[in-house]
């Protein structure tokens, strides 16, 4: 079977890439490389190096291809705040441009890269697929509205799974070498986290929140974990339907029980600042997995001292080459 992955030079998609080739997939990657890194992909990887609205391009990448997982996107919250032109032209006209090439290739198998800021602030928690959808940020609705798109290509005989996933940490020693976090700039707690000094504190949010530790708690998920629920969602498409799974542990680690692992994974305290309370955080987001445990068979099996030795693994390996 050949694979295309889009947005494949990516932290999540070169991780796909490399583990789809161990596993003996083919793969086809289409990227533009704007935040992705050609260093990150297996020369057994096919790259076709332009945007997802490159309508010759996009069918040049689909020629031979039975599947594709599409993460290509625009991911950063703040940023599409700023840029919504921007996230809507690169998630939701890109993603319109990708499936009508598929319709004419004929290409039928579909896993998309959601995201749980289609939620929005939850009502309850954990959150189900069922929960109400108001995301609060562009970024949210244009991955929102690529949902309801692919909904509505299903009915046209599309198989197709979106993956809702939650924070996404860790990395994976592929054969050529680590594959990490190299985001530019760096939004995530755990590199953030590993990267702290005396002089640069990581600052935590508030530490009077209504949780066990007064931090807020997130739903992190292993990065190889997460390609894991991937292919076996390639395996899981049925013709004609489109199902919405969430990825999780779900159960949720506070940003004190994170910081503990850090400081455990390091062998010394890692210095921190509490500060203000960031308008809109919500104090809880943790993730019900159980459809993706029946539909799947999917259980994540690495915790978040992995996630973290991980990370910091490969931040060592990155800064020594």
Not at 137 to 142: A, L, M, W
Request: aromatic content about 6%; hydrophobic content about 40%.
């Amino acid at each position: 079977m050949r694979v295309l992955v889009t947005g494949g030079a990516g932290y999540i998609g070169s991780t796909a890439v490399a583990i789809l080739l161990e596993r003996g997939y083919e793969v086809s990657v289409l990227d533009d490389l704007s935040t992705g890194h050609v260093d990150a992909l297996s020369s057994q990887a096919k790259l076709f190096k332009a945007s997802i609205l490159d309508v010759d391009q996009v069918r040049a990448a689909l020629v031979g291809c039975d599947a594709v997982i599409h993460f290509a996107a625009k991911s950063l919250v703040g940023e599409s705040v700023e840029k919504p032109e921007l996230y809507h032209q690169v998630n939701v006209l890109g993603t319109r441009n990708l499936l009508d090439q598929m319709s004419e290739a004929g290409v039928k198998k579909l896993v998309f890269s959601s995201t749980a800021a289609t939620y929005g602030e939850p009502d309850v928690v954990p959150i189900t697929e069922e929960s109400r959808t108001i995301p609060t940020s562009p970024y949210g609705k244009t991955k929102l509205a690529v949902d309801q798109m692919i909904t509505a290509e299903a009915k046209s005989g599309l198989a197709a799974i979106s993956l809702r996933y939650f924070n996404v940490a860790g990395a994976f020693k592929s054969k050529s070498g680590w594959l990490g976090e190299r985001h530019n700039p760096e939004t995530h707690l755990i590199p953030n986290l590993l990267r702290a000094s005396s002089e640069n504190p990581l600052k935590v949010f508030g530490n009077d929140w209504p949780t066990k530790d007064g931090t807020c708690i997130r739903d992190y998920i292993h990065v190889v974990d997460l390609i894991e629920a991937h292919i076996l969602a390639i395996k899981k498409l049925e013709a004609a339907s489109h199902k919405i799974i969430n990825l999780g542990s779900g159960g949720g680690y506070s940003v004190s029980e994170v910081i503990t692992a850090a400081s455990k994974v390091v062998g010394k305290e890692i210095p921190t600042q509490v500060v203000a309370r960031r308008a809109g955080d919500p104090a809880v987001l943790i993730a019900d997995i159980s459809k993706a445990k029946s539909i799947l068979s999917w259980v994540p099996t690495r915790n978040i001292e992995d996630m973290v030795g991980d990370t910091w693994r490969a931040q060592n390996a990155s800064a020594s080459n």
